[in-house]
């Protein structure tokens, strides 16, 4: 289903296919190299024993290191791009060893879509995936330098390519039509720094819909840099969701975009969600669904303190929980979801 999707798009739009592409590829480059280089000091160690072999649970004593299972997901992804080769519960070094040199080699064939929203987040990640294997939890979402970081990533056309998709996906223009072109009050549910806002803003006025835009989300530093630099001179009401709950039954149409996988119960968000909208409103956005193919970026959101994505039927869970119909798109990741009547 997900395959015949993604050859559709191929042919109905190959421009938008070939950055699919380019993005799917570049992430599990550059995810690749992310890892080897952060654990490339530890394994340049181990390649100086004799045997170049080392107990798995020795590794993890000598580096202090306390999740096992994330550590074989790691050395499974070096496995595969020929640094290691594990075996049972101890691993074996193919390379002399991993030098910066070949990783910034394999990096130049990275496409510049996914280093414009990732490499900022190198150093961080590095860090971030040691800290992971030592057992320490995430910082939060908007902790100093990761919502400067987020913010270049979700500015880059890796996010802002999936959320145009999900505009044209809506028709919000059919709904400004069964609303007697009323203004359409709409929320940016999770907006972040407000790129997406700004996006959403845009797409409006181009298509002459009358609005009314709130936005909201649960980091107060994201919510900074969206009022106060992003949209600063823009007619848009950005709330914080920790203190401000919406009203139920008021919103036509509510914009999630890549949000559902941070929550500890999606189910209670799209509850939630459900509840602000009127009774013909729509729930819109953009959702990544696991597949081997996003395997590595699902990895580095992991990382990064996210839940991870769902599988495609767990994510139709979310709604039909909530009794909602709901359209999504595999290729582009875009749904459009409303309530049963
Ligand atoms: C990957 S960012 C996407 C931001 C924005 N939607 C975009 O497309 O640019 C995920 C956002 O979800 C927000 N978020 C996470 N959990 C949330 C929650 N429980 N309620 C509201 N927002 C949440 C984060 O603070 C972050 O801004």
Aim: net charge negative; hydrophobic share 40%; glycine share 4%.
């Amino acid at each position: 289903m997900s395959l015949f999707k993604i050859l559709g798009l191929a042919i109905r739009d190959p421009a938008r296919f070939k950055v699919l592409i380019d993005a799917i590829k570049g992430t599990q480059l550059y995810a690749n190299i992310v890892v080897a280089r952060a654990l490339q000091a530890q394994l340049n160690k181990v390649a100086e024993l004799s045997e170049k072999k080392i107990a798995l649970e020795e590794f993890m004593q000598q580096n202090n290191f306390r999740n096992k299972s994330l550590l074989l997901e790691l050395l499974a992804l070096l496995e595969k791009d020929g640094f290691v080769k594990i075996k049972k519960d101890d691993f074996v070094i193919l390379k002399k060893q991993i030098v910066e040199e070949e990783l910034k080699k394999r990096e130049k064939k990275v496409a510049p879509i996914v280093l414009d929203a990732f490499e900022a987040f190198g150093d961080y990640t590095e860090r971030a995936l040691i800290e992971r294997l030592e057992g320490v939890p995430p910082a939060s979402f908007d902790s100093n330098e990761l919502r400067v970081l987020w913010n270049v990533a979700l500015r880059g056309d890796f996010y802002t390519i999936q959320r145009r998709d999900a505009l044209n996906f809506a028709q919000l223009d059919k709904l400004a039509k069964r609303n007697q072109n009323q203004p359409i009050r709409i929320l940016d549910f999770g907006c972040g720094s407000g790129e997406g806002t700004i996006q959403i803003l845009t797409f409006l006025r181009e298509k002459n819909i009358p609005h009314n835009l709130e936005a909201c989300d649960i980091s107060e530093g994201l919510l900074e840099i969206a009022a106060e630099d992003e949209a600063l001179e823009e007619d848009i009401y950005f709330f914080n969701y920790k203190e401000r709950k919406p009203k139920e039954g008021y919103y036509d149409a509510i914009f999630i975009s890549q949000v559902l996988h941070w929550p500890d119960d999606p189910v209670q968000m799209v509850s939630d969600l459900k509840s602000y909208l009127k009774e013909n409103g729509i729930l819109f956005g953009v959702q990544s669904t696991f597949s081997k193919r996003l395997y590595q970026i699902d990895l580095f959101i992991r990382l990064l303190g996210a839940k991870g994505f769902p599988e495609e039927k767990e994510f139709y869970r979310w709604f039909e929980e909530n009794d909602m119909n709901v359209r999504f798109d595999p290729a582009t990741y875009t749904f459009l979801a409303t309530k049963k009547k």
